[in-house]
């Protein structure tokens, strides 16, 4: 690509992408944006400048050729671009919705230095939907069998890719889920409106049609151990649990009716489907003044269903300020949009509760910010005196998660950390059991989905080595 | 699919099944519990395993319709098939040979008393057992509950049957009598299980009880099922159902499992709109 094509491409102006206006959405759970159109998309495509050194490739956790998927966007190659894509990532369409892009492949685009950077994700969406909508979906090829048999716990981003990698490398995979539907997160907790769930199925059908057996309804530790498992003919087992264990903040009348952690919250709207009740039988309450603890893309996500569940006020509090909010910019844009209130150095006290036991209000305390902490930020410190009460029905608490004990529980020879969460050696996702894999947010705590996906790479890599050699 | 393979009304509203379950059924122990879903639409609800047959492939369940779902499963026969049903979840009862272990049911906590019942008296306990309905026609497990224990007493609140009165006024009794009780299992109703704790609390008798709060997942994910116990938050479905009867916060759960009573009573209300009235008793709960 010579300077002026690079230059005129540079003056190619960062496509939007349309979506749901904000009055609209609220009340519905459809997606918010609706991708790019293909003009759009070969648009955006070219925007890229195909660097010689693509740092965006470094930027993705599991390393996408970037460059070349854009490339044949460019081109109108709409569907090679997505088998381009997953020869590396079995979820694109996900990833394309959920990955925190502006950190991670466009944070370091080349373009991105001078003009706004080129938006891999959306156009990683992009070519993944048209694959999938215009029925393009083609099976690759899969090797004779090894002879060897695997068995993966949870069927999350973790579990999904380490079954997919490993029967595109001959050997045959069943996935455990605890659950009564595959995905994990992307099912119970990220909500409809941000990755349609019918998207998520069909990456796992599409799993399936490459023999991939999934058992749903299993709990791993309770209907069988992993012992049990390698006893009973699998070669080599991954965990990949996930963080399923809701932090509580031990406050007084923190089990009030109305106070929810936002796993529950969250499993009772997505997974459950409690937003279309009575069609649907599990119940939420609804609430007319909800309040959500916590900064996070979790707190966000809790606060943006409750805005469309058509109470009078959904707010956040937060005990740090505005600029420490963790979850992603887009998310706080949107939840802005949607008509979010954020209460701001603001740390709850203790639940008051009604004569019933019903959530009524939350007493809150004014913080300020002090001196940096280990993590950098500063730390919200109490202002004395400064006490108020919030009136409030209903109360997500969105404080993060800790590792499911369930797996490590049940099999002692399996190291975890203080905090419950599997040591691996990183490079292979190793644990300290021989035979036994793991990663995800039981390894890792809560992170991402790619990142989750890059370890189920890393150890499908290592569990086909050991089950080819018997090398540990 | 699981199939139910065989049904019988028990008493008024409360049904026994027996469900194709192989896996569940050769690993479960007394005291664990399965989480089934009827269909697509369905909740997920919890439901005590009172018995297994590993040849067979099934393990049984006891329902008492007091909703939408439970009313759904009611009117489910042989043949038909439940959505999901995952288990064992929940830790198995802490058995061990206590001497004299007296095993009370209040009601449908029957069921669930029955697989314990049957564990302590494997185990050596002398086993003595306490069973309770309002009246004759609700009282279920009588002969199974004969041949678990080595004693049974009987209780109906109106007299109709047995003994006139509670559960707890027999266990009173066995105490001021001077028994020497190694151990009290009581399940039944919230109020019944706080009742027999504070029978108990005076005189340092162990006694456990079976938690029954709302449920999501069954698996630790949620914390719906977060009851206090000693002072401290415990998940049901992991942590327990057993737990210490003298440590549990009764008055805190009794509130939550009535988080979604207008909720529940425009699910019933629908779901009888549809399908014609039906009788429901929620009076025990
Ligand atoms: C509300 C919310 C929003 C998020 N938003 C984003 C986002 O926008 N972008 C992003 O990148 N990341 C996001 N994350 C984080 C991301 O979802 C996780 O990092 C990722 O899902 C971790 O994948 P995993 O496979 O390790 O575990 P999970 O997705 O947690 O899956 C674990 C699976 O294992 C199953 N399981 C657990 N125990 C057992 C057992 N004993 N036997 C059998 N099965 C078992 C569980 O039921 C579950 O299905 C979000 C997380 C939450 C909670
Ligand atoms: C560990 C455990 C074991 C149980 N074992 C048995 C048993 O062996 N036999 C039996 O008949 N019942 C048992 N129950 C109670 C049973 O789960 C509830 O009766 C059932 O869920 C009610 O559902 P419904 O839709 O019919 O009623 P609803 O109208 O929804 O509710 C009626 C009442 O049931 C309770 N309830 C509602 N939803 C749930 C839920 N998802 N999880 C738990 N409780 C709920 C609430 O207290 C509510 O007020 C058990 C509960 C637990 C937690
Ligand atoms: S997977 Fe995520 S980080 Fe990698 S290219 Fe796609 S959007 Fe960027
Ligand atoms: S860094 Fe940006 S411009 Fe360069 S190849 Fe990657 S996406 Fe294209
Ligand atoms: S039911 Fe969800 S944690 Fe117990």
Redesign the pocket.
């Known amino acids: 690509m010579d300077a002026n094509e690079i230059k005129e491409r540079m003056k190619i102006p960062r496509q939007t992408m349309p979506e749901q206006d904000p009055h609209e959405r609220v009340r519905n759970f459809y997606e918010v944006p609706y991708g790019f159109t293909p003009e759009q998309a070969i648009a955006e495509a070219k925007r890229c400048i195909q660097c010689k050194k693509p740092l965006c490739v470094g930027g993705c956790p599991v390393n996408i050729d970037i460059p070349w998927f854009i490339r044949l966007i460019a081109e109108g190659k709409f569907v090679e671009a997505a088998h381009k894509l997953k020869e590396t990532n079995g979820l694109p369409a996900v990833c394309g919705r959920v990955c925190p892009q502006e950190d991670q492949c466009e944070k370091v685009c080349v373009v991105g230095k001078k003009a706004d950077a080129v938006s891999i994700g959306r156009l990683e969406r992009f070519a993944a939907d048209y694959e999938r909508e215009h029925g393009e979906v083609t099976i690759p090829n899969i090797p004779k069998w090894t002879g060897k048999k695997a068995a993966v716990v949870g069927a999350g981003p973790a579990g999904l890719t380490v079954a997919g990698d490993l029967v595109k490398k001959g050997h045959k995979v069943t996935v455990f889920e605890a659950l009564h539907t595959p995905g994990g997160v992307l099912m119970y907790g990220i909500p409809e409106f941000r990755l349609p769930k019918k998207i998520v199925q069909s990456e796992v059908e599409y799993l399936k049609r490459m023999g991939v057996e999934i058992v749903l309804n299993a709990v791993v530790g309770k209907l069988e151990t992993i012992d049990e498992l390698l006893a009973n003919g699998y070669d080599a087992v991954f965990v990949g649990s996930g963080a399923g264990l809701p932090n509580f903040m031990n406050i007084p009348g923190e089990n009030l009716s109305g106070v929810y952690s936002a796993n529950e919250y969250l499993t009772r709207v997505n997974l459950m489907k409690a937003y279309q009740f009575p069609e649907y039988?599990t119940p939420v309450i609804r609430g007319r003044k909800v309040v959500v603890i916590g900064g996070g893309n979790t707190a966000m996500d809790s606060a943006r269903t409750a805005l469309r569940l058509c109470p009078e006020e959904v707010s956040i509090v937060y005990r740090r300020s505005r600029e420490e909010l963790p979850a992603r910019v887009e998310e706080i844009h949107h939840g802005e949009e949607e008509g979010l209130k954020f209460k701001l150095l603001t740390n709850p006290k203790r639940f008051i509760g009604d004569h019933e036991g019903r959530l009524k209000a939350l007493e809150c305390v004014s913080m300020e910010l002090g001196e940096p902490d280990e993590s950098g930020r500063r730390r919200p410190v109490e202002m004395k005196g400064s006490e108020f009460t919030i009136e409030a029905d209903v109360a997500i608490i969105a404080i993060g998660n800790g590792a499911n004990p369930l797996v490590p529980q049940t099999t002692p020879d399996i190291k975890v950390n203080k905090w419950g969460n599997i040591t691996v050696n990183p490079d292979n996702g190793r644990t300290s059991k021989e035979g036994v894999f793991s990663g995800g947010d039981i390894v890792r705590g809560g992170a991402t989905v790619i990142l989750a996906m890059g370890d189920g790479r890393r150890a499908a890599d290592s569990m086909d080595e050991y089950m080819r050699t018997g090398i540990w | 699919m699981y199939e139910i393979v065989e049904k019988a009304e028990l008493a008024h509203t409360v049904y026994q099944y027996k469900i194709k379950a192989p896996l569940i059924a050769k690993k479960r122990k007394a005291g664990q519990?399965v989480v089934l879903r009827l269909n697509e639409m369905g909740?997920?609800?919890?439901?005590?395993i009172?018995g297994s047959d590993d040849k067979e492939g099934t393990i049984t369940?006891?329902?008492?319709?007091?909703?939408?779902?439970?009313?759904m499963l009611g009117d489910m026969t042989v043949g038909d098939s439940i959505l999901d049903v995952v288990g064992p979840l929940?830790k198995p009862t802490h058995i061990e040979d206590f001497g004299i272990a007296v095993c009370v049911g209040g009601g449908?906590g029957t069921?669930?008393v029955l697989p314990i019942a049957k564990a302590m008296k494997e185990a050596g306990n002398k086993v003595i057992s306490i069973i309770g309905a309002r009246n004759k026609g609700l009282l279920i497990l009588e002969n199974e509950m004969r041949e678990a224990s080595h004693e049974l007493h009987i209780t109906t609140d109106d007299g109709s049957y047995g003994h006139h009165g509670f559960v707890t006024q027999v266990l009173q009794k066995f105490i001021d009598e001077g028994m020497k009780i190694g151990c009290v299992v009581g399940i039944g109703p919230v109020p019944m299980m706080r009742a027999v704790s504070n029978v108990t609390r005076p005189y340092g008798i162990q006694t456990v009880v079976?938690?029954?709060?709302?449920?999501?997942d069954g698996t630790g994910m949620c914390g719906a099922?977060r009851v206090t116990i000693g002072g401290k938050n415990q998940f049901?479905c992991v942590d327990g159902?057993e737990f210490n009867g003298h440590e549990v916060n009764y008055e805190e759960l009794m509130l939550r499992?009535?988080s979604?009573?207008k909720e529940?009573k425009t699910?019933?209300e629908e779901f009888t709109y549809h399908e014609g009235a039906k009788c429901y008793d929620r009076e025990c709960?």
């Open positions: 039988d | 519990f909740e997920r609800i919890p439901l005590t009172v369940i006891i329902v008492q319709e007091v909703g939408k779902s439970t009313a929940g449908i069921a669930p079976s938690l029954n709060p709302i449920m999501v099922c049901v159902p499992n009535r979604y009573i529940e699910a019933m709960k």
